[in-house]
């Protein structure tokens, strides 16, 4: 709905405003001198102990007699380094993201007839409901893909008798079908995106049984449905790194404390998508895009690595980029030397940039990784150990794979959606209590004053 000063005076909001302000800051001393651990993040940069967990394990340092000290990042799921998923996935030439998600959901590796019949499941569940993408995509276009996901989620709520069961067999059938709908989903929100906002071509493929989920992703997204497979396992392997990553994440802490609550899994899943969507969380890959357009405009020579300091230290000083001082794609809340998504990224990046039109951005990208640190040391004087995170190159390795920018972050939660429903049901039969931390409040009291006298 558009405004104007016929039906909201705007001095009037001006004044609500500076109200507001008045009456609402909370001086930074405040949480120093009570030792509020805001983000649940404790002092050292290290993430206050909420749980327990089976699921995964995020290694990114170690506390050695109180101090942190700096080590290579490991990410394990079930135990299992994430590195040698990636590796033996690709030695054998095969897509993974379906492993991971029986992995993760279930606590262990499937037989190879155990893997066959569970993709099988998983090709069948992709279908949506009848008209649901008349009633609930088609007819509401939303210029984010990320809302119309959380709305979506939530509409299927409706076309699901048991939607309030939450026994175990009810609540893995409601997560391996939201696992397999939701690119569904995602793509056709697109589609529907492109034709009512961008004034393009809205087209719509069948779905093919027996497609990979990133096989069907760009078959479902690419108007001639061709790809190689090379392009296909590319994006398996993005999804296999972006399906879990710990408790502790915004977006699955979200759906454990909307779980704790007793909430049904449509409303919890729908929790997590909207977490997720912030640049401060999934949304950052797109920043990364964005920055580095800026980065091709304000320098001259790329190959210039003092050139590219000064500008990066210019972004850090909040005089370039967009103004948060923001270096976005570096720095992590646990890795510090590195992290394993990256590094992997990063590898299969290359390869794909080497000899075609995206090399000189992967190299941009590499200096990025290289010089921030310097930067950051240099105009903040701080030792701080930084590495480059998943969403320097993740982006990236979209737009090699011709995704547009605005399933970046759709595709992070179809990814992540396995993650989710691990620690839903974890949650549920584990930790059985609500999570309600505490908030100290430091407004004095204060006598109501009657309305003639104010």
Not at 224 to 229: G, I, P, S, V
Request: net charge neutral; with cysteine; charged share 25%.
């Amino acid at each position: 709905m558009a405004y104007n000063n016929e039906n909201i005076k705007l001095d009037f909001i001006k004044q609500l405003c500076e109200e507001y302000e008045k009456y609402n800051y909370i001086d930074p001393k405040y949480y120093e001198r009570i030792n509020i651990k805001r983000g649940l993040r404790n002092s050292d940069g290290t993430g206050v102990l909420a749980g327990l967990t089976r699921i995964c394990n995020v290694h990114g340092y170690v506390m050695d007699e109180g101090e942190k000290r700096a080590q290579e990042g490991r990410l394990t799921y079930r135990g299992i380094d994430i590195a040698d998923i990636v590796s033996h996935c690709n030695e054998e030439d095969r897509f993974g993201f379906e492993e991971t998600v029986y992995l993760l959901i279930f606590g262990s590796l499937p037989t190879a007839s155990e893997l066959k019949s569970f993709r099988q499941m998983m090709s069948k569940f992709r279908e949506l409901p009848d008209n649901f993408f008349e009633d609930m995509i088609l007819k509401a276009p939303s210029k984010n893909i990320m809302n119309k996901l959380a709305r979506s989620v939530l509409a299927l709520y409706s076309y699901d008798e048991n939607a309030e069961e939450q026994g175990i067999d009810f609540e893995i059938l409601k997560a391996l079908k939201l696992i397999a709908q939701l690119p569904n989903v995602m793509v056709k929100a697109y589609q529907v995106k492109n034709s009512h906002f961008n004034g393009g071509s809205m087209i719509l493929h069948p779905l093919i049984e027996g497609h990979s989920t990133s096989e069907m992703i760009l078959s479902l997204l690419r108007p001639d449905r061709k790809f190689t497979k090379q392009e296909a396992l590319l994006l398996d392997t993005c999804m296999i790194l972006h399906a879990e990553h710990g408790g502790g994440n915004n977006s699955t802490f979200t759906c454990r404390v909307l779980t704790s609550s007793g909430t049904d899994a449509y409303a919890a899943y729908a929790g997590a998508i909207s977490s997720l969507k912030g640049h401060r969380h999934g949304g950052a890959n797109k920043k990364v895009t964005a920055m580095l357009e800026c980065i091709k405009k304000g320098v001259k020579n790329y190959d210039d690595e003092d050139e590219m300091l000064e500008f990066l230290k210019k972004i850090i000083s909040k005089k370039a980029g967009d103004g948060t001082g923001l270096i976005y794609g570096m720095g992590h809340a646990v890795y510090t030397k590195s992290d394993p998504r990256a590094v992997i990224l990063k590898k299969n990046a290359g390869k794909l940039a080497k000899g075609s039109e995206f090399e000189e951005e992967f190299n941009i990208l590499q200096a990025v990784e290289k010089l921030t640190p310097i930067a950051f040391k240099e105009v903040k004087q701080s030792d701080k150990v930084m590495c480059a995170n998943v969403d320097l190159y993740s982006g990236f390795v979209y737009r090699m794979l011709k995704i547009p920018d605005d399933l970046f972050t759709p595709l992070f939660a179809c990814s992540r959606m396995a993650g989710w429903a691990a620690h839903r049901m974890e949650a549920m039969y584990n930790d059985k209590r609500i999570i309600r931390p505490a908030y100290k409040a430091i407004s004095s009291e204060r006598d109501y004053v009657p309305i003639a006298e104010r």
